[in-house]
Nanobody, 130 residues
Framework: QVQLVESGGGLVQPGGSLRLSCAAS????????IGWFRQAPGKEREGVSC????????YYADSMKGRFTISRDSAKNTVYLQMNSLKPEDTAVYYC???????????????????????WGLGTQVTVSS
């Protein structure tokens, strides 16, 4: 059974760090493009970061560049999202998902689209607040 499970969320002060994990089961994570998305209350789910199945090419949304780092541990079949310099606007539920068909992280518009991704996990809450 294909499954993705997110963990590592929590409450952190502005400027702090968290590392999210996305553990895969039922498939080999290396063979798929894996994306992190987030959804804040009342907002659309948006792409955060992605690691491609081909050569591990990474993508970051503009507001995450320089603060977030995505990585993959093949031995643990897990993708990580290291989040530094967190801001209150990063507060959201964070989800990981896989693209079953494509190696690219982005669509024609040059950004991540949730339409290409499936096998969504249940998410992990990240709250950035003092």
């Amino acid at each position: 059974q294909v499954q993705l499970v997110e963990s590592g969320g929590g409450l952190v002060q502005p400027g702090g760090s968290l590392r999210l994990s996305c553990a895969a089961s039922g498939f080999t994570l290396d063979y798929y493009t894996i994306g992190w998305f987030r959804q804040a209350p009342g907002k659309e789910r948006e792409g955060v970061s992605c690691i491609s199945s081909s050569d591990g090419i990474t993508y970051y949304a503009d507001s995450m560049k320089g603060r977030f780092t995505i990585s993959r541990d093949s031995a643990k079949n897990t993708v990580y999202l290291q989040m530094n310099s967190l801001k209150p606007e990063d507060t959201a539920v964070y989800y990981c998902a896989r693209d079953p068909l494509r190696s690219a992280c982005t669509g024609p518009a040059g950004t991540m689209s949730r339409l290409y991704f499936g096998a969504w996990g249940l998410g992990t809450q990240v709250t950035v607040s003092s």
